[in-house]
């Protein structure tokens, strides 16, 4: 798998910061955190954007290696229908419950 160079976390939370350092450990490159609601303008040392800012100007993701990452599992579902109403296609954001559903399998598969 290609490193994305192009990733957008979605949170700007615990989830968001351990998906930041995953995201490094992957080698992939975090350009910046969407936040629903912009509280400051950095977080972790990286430009918080609006969602709808991000949105708006979304070509960012016709890149083959970009995508977002939806670190909240709070408001993962309601992220998920902002994203489908934006016509954000699946194979273009991962969410939190992703991570765990993959760690909870392979757990699985250790039994």
Request: with cysteine; aromatic share 14%.
């Amino acid at each position: 798998m290609q490193p994305y160079k192009n990733v957008y976390i979605w949170g700007t939370g615990v989830y968001g910061k351990k998906i930041l350092e995953l995201m490094k450990r992957l080698s992939c490159e975090v350009v910046g955190f969407i936040d629903s609601n912009v509280k400051n303008k950095f977080f972790e040392e990286r430009e918080v954007f609006s969602s709808t800012e991000i949105l708006q100007n979304k070509t960012f993701l016709d890149e083959e290696n970009a995508m977002i990452c939806v670190a909240s599992e709070k408001y993962e579902f309601e992220i998920i229908e902002i994203l489908d109403k934006h016509g954000i296609s699946r194979e273009k954001y991962i969410c939190v419950s992703d991570f765990f559903e993959r760690a909870y399998n392979e757990f699985l598969n250790t039994l």
